[in-house]
């Protein structure tokens, strides 16, 4: 069998496009904004920077060595905690390619520092960035707690099952329409059933919704 070459994985990667997995960027300027694709990809399943790479696949190549240094900030800086995440350098047709993967983190979530120094989570939808929602972080704080533990099951419950079986998805403002409930009790009871794979998010046109799992 063949052995596959440096270049022959460079473009099979590049090949892939961008995806839920893999982001493309032509250059690291700024390790502010850098760390949150991290944050994104160590919230969700992993994944890979493709460094030196524009957005149509065509390679740049990294302009200067500080841009490892921009990533090493992006990580350990403006990451909180800071991510697992290892760098390769690849040469291809005289120009350097840097391959950052990123691992996912099992103390979720990682928070990215803003521009304005506030702390944000996000999560990697196929090849976007997304804000996670104060459900998600809910989710990621009851995943500290015994899944033995039993679900009071209240009026509050039976309502939001009815509901989503009446309505097949609900955003979250018009679940706390219908049930006429708080928006903080709402979510952290969708998080809840999230939790225990009852519920489960849907994204659509920008906006999160909510359905029974099948």
Same mark, same amino acid.
């Given at each position: ?13 590049? /090949? ?8 493309? $960027? ?18 969700? *399943? ?5 460094? @030196?790479?524009?957005?149509?696949? &065509? ?46 983190? $099992?103390?979720?979530? #990682?928070? /990215?520092? =803003? %521009?304005? @120094? $506030? ?29 033995? !533990?039993? #679900? !009071?099951?209240?009026?509050? !419950? ?6 989503? $079986?009446?309505? @097949?998805?609900?955003?979250?403002? &018009? ?8 928006? &903080?009790?709402? *979510? ?11 519920? *489960?998010?849907?994204?659509? =046109?920008?906006?999160?919704?909510? &359905?029974?799992? %099948?």
């Amino acid at each position: 069998m063949k052995r596959l070459t440096d270049i022959d994985y460079i473009y099979a990667l590049i /090949a892939e496009s961008e995806h839920q997995k893999q982001d493309f $960027k032509f250059e690291i300027s700024d390790a502010c904004k850098i760390a949150k694709t991290l944050s994104a990809f160590a919230n969700t *399943e992993g994944g890979r920077l493709l460094i @030196g790479v524009k957005d149509n696949g &065509r390679i740049a190549g990294i302009r200067s060595e500080e841009e490892k240094y921009m990533i090493d900030a992006a990580a350990e800086l403006y990451c909180s905690p800071t991510i697992n995440y290892s760098m390769q350098p690849y040469q291809i047709e005289g120009r350097t390619i840097l391959i950052v993967q990123i691992e996912e983190s $099992k103390q979720k979530p #990682i928070y /990215a520092k =803003d %521009e304005s @120094g $506030k702390y944000l989570a996000y999560l990697r939808i196929k090849d976007e960035n997304i804000l996670a929602t104060p459900i998600h972080l809910h989710v990621w704080k009851q995943s500290g707690s015994p899944l033995g !533990e039993l #679900i !009071e099951y209240t009026e509050r !419950e039976r309502l939001l099952l009815a509901l989503l $079986k009446q309505n @097949g998805r609900l955003s979250l403002n &018009r679940y706390c329409r219908l049930a006429h409930i708080p928006r &903080r009790a709402a *979510e952290h009871l969708l998080a809840k059933f999230i939790r225990y794979d009852i519920v *489960e998010t849907v994204f659509e =046109d920008h906006k999160f919704h909510f &359905r029974l799992k %099948e």
